[in-house]
């Protein structure tokens, strides 16, 4: 089993809940006002049946027109064409904006037309049941005329590979996946677990629905990580995206992988 983080770059958002890239070479904080400040990385995951995303991105492209994440696919020897499955940790824009793409006829197509979307019901229907800046609906209109949605519910067991965990926490529908080959495990918290720091000090964060159960959610993961050896996938991370956790004299370590 191979991971790839697709980095997507650094991005300031504020509350109109715009991504606009920032370069710290470039760019000051002082200028970006009531911003926050974040790495925007799906992960690939190539398996012995599968050839898996988890979570799309922001969607954008870069300056010849192309997908980053078909961009970023391509750069790692594969073909976003041959992904079979895409996992859906939630539906906020900055996560599901690669879902589909707008092609050269100005149309929304599916950014991995071959693959099944796996997503939380109760996250579905959130987003069109209580508007929100943070929901696009109309990306999710595209997918859901592709009949490419596989809907799931709870926790349980998705296929011999995959197991899901319905979560809550940052969404009220946020779920996790643990993808399992041989005796080895990836753990995708998407953003009950996005930034490795966020097991190093311990904070409640005000951008979590739940911020408390948030946090207790990321120290149980961490936990866990470190019993069982887990490879952890860090979507929000400016480094160590792809690390493995050890917890020692009560506190948290990172591994890089």
């Given at each position: 089993m191979k991971a790839y983080a697709l980095t997507?770059?650094?991005?300031?958002v504020d509350v109109s809940?715009?991504?606009?890239?920032?370069?710290?070479?470039?760019?000051?904080?002082k200028d970006r006002p009531g911003s926050l400040f974040i790495y925007v990385q799906p992960f690939l995951i190539k398996t012995k049946n599968n050839l898996i995303v988890a979570d799309t991105g922001l969607g954008f492209k870069n300056?010849?027109?192309?997908?980053?994440?078909?961009?970023?696919?391509r750069k790692a020897g594969y073909n976003y064409q041959d992904v079979s499955l895409v996992l859906m940790s939630h539906l906020h824009f900055d996560h599901s904006g690669g879902m589909v793409y707008e092609d050269e006829n100005k149309k929304l197509q599916l950014s991995f037309p071959n693959a099944e979307y796996v997503i939380q019901r109760g996250e579905w229907e959130t987003a069109y049941s209580k508007p929100s800046r943070s929901y696009k609906t109309e990306l999710f209109d595209v997918v859901q005329r592709s009949?490419?949605?596989r809907f799931v519910e709870g926790s349980g067991q998705f296929n011999d590979e995959i197991s899901f965990e319905l979560t809550?926490?940052?969404?009220?529908?946020?779920?996790?996946?643990?993808?399992?080959?041989?005796?080895?495990?990836?753990?995708?918290?998407?953003?009950?677990?996005?930034?490795?720091?966020?097991?190093?000090?311990?904070?409640?964060?005000?951008?979590?629905l739940d911020g408390?159960?948030?946090m207790e959610l990321r120290q149980e993961f961490g936990l866990q990580a470190a019993k069982e050896n887990w490879t952890c996938l860090f979507y929000h991370a400016k480094l160590n995206s792809i690390s493995k956790v050890s917890f020692e004299s009560e506190q948290f370590k990172l591994l890089p992988v």
């Amino acid at each position: 089993m191979k991971a790839y983080a697709l980095t997507e770059g650094s991005y300031s958002v504020d509350v109109s809940k715009e991504f606009i890239p920032f370069d710290p070479a470039l760019h000051q904080t002082k200028d970006r006002p009531g911003s926050l400040f974040i790495y925007v990385q799906p992960f690939l995951i190539k398996t012995k049946n599968n050839l898996i995303v988890a979570d799309t991105g922001l969607g954008f492209k870069n300056d010849q027109g192309e997908l980053l994440i078909h961009n970023n696919i391509r750069k790692a020897g594969y073909n976003y064409q041959d992904v079979s499955l895409v996992l859906m940790s939630h539906l906020h824009f900055d996560h599901s904006g690669g879902m589909v793409y707008e092609d050269e006829n100005k149309k929304l197509q599916l950014s991995f037309p071959n693959a099944e979307y796996v997503i939380q019901r109760g996250e579905w229907e959130t987003a069109y049941s209580k508007p929100s800046r943070s929901y696009k609906t109309e990306l999710f209109d595209v997918v859901q005329r592709s009949g490419s949605i596989r809907f799931v519910e709870g926790s349980g067991q998705f296929n011999d590979e995959i197991s899901f965990e319905l979560t809550g926490g940052h969404s009220e529908f946020h779920q996790v996946f643990k993808i399992k080959e041989d005796s080895e495990i990836l753990f995708f918290g998407g953003d009950v677990l996005p930034e490795p720091e966020q097991l190093i000090r311990k904070f409640i964060a005000k951008y979590d629905l739940d911020g408390r159960k948030s946090m207790e959610l990321r120290q149980e993961f961490g936990l866990q990580a470190a019993k069982e050896n887990w490879t952890c996938l860090f979507y929000h991370a400016k480094l160590n995206s792809i690390s493995k956790v050890s917890f020692e004299s009560e506190q948290f370590k990172l591994l890089p992988v």
